[in-house]
């Protein structure tokens, strides 16, 4: 089973591509989503933030994701030792889900994976592309937000000229060239590996 990362900038379309990869029948795991699921309810990463960070990191819902972000946004040394810990368990999540998947290549779906040498771990990786201007538009209207919060945000990821040369398939989603057509090339290379 190839296991590949499926990653793309703020707004590039990398969920709306797994939403169509989940109809093609291929199994989808969504980091962020798990990594949130893990960090309000496993009890070992509860412990070790509230010892660093003290009982405001966690409310009656979970954790405080506006105090955690404000800690993490202001120190390099919190945001390091957030990843440390999360990391590890993410991955072992991921590897019991893989366990559980009957196909021949599954995807790993998460914002950052060449920022943080994280695609490393995969058998390759599906990059998804789109131009700035476009991403920005498309963040506004699904987040209901202002140009400069999406600039904001997009200012701790890498750029696409920076990514591209080290994904091994790549999808440009700019309303284009047809989005299926291309995951079926990108599907093919990526299950040659
Ligand atoms: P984030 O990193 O913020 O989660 P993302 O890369 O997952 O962003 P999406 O949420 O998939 O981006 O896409 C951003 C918005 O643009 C969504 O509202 C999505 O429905 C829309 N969108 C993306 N690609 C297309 C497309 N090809 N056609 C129509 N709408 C699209």
């Known amino acids: 089973m190839k296991r590949i990362g499926l990653t793309g900038g703020i707004g590039s379309g990398k969920s709306y591509i797994a939403g169509i990869l989940e109809k093609m ?11 949130k699921q893990i960090m309000d309810t ?6 070790k933030l509230i010892e660093r960070f003290g009982h405001k990191i966690y409310t009656g819902q979970g954790l405080n994701r506006k105090v955690l972000a404000e800690l993490i946004f ?9 990843n440390e810990l999360i990391h590890p368990l993410v991955r072992k ?48 209207q699904r987040d209901r937000c202002r140009q400069k919060d999406v600039e ?16 091994t398939a790549v ?12 995951i079926e090339r990108s599907i093919q290379k990526l299950l040659s590996l």
């Open 42 to 47: 496993h009890p070992f990463i509860r412990e």
């Open 25 to 35: 029948g291929y199994p989808v795991y969504y980091s962020d989503k798990e990594s």
């Open 152 to 167: 904001e945000r997009m200012k701790s990821q890498w750029s696409d000229v920076q990514k591209i040369p080290l994904a």
């Open 74 to 82: 202001s120190s390099e040394e919190h945001r390091l030792f957030v």
């Open 93 to 140: 999540n991921f590897e019991y889900w893989c366990s559980e998947q009957r196909s021949p290549i599954v995807f790993n779906e998460a914002a950052i994976l060449f920022e943080t040498g994280a695609y490393q771990q995969f058998d390759g990786t599906l990059l998804v592309v789109a131009p700035l201007a476009l991403r920005i538009e498309r963040v506004m």
């Open 171 to 182: 999808i440009t989603n700019n309303g284009e060239f047809p989005l299926v057509s291309q």
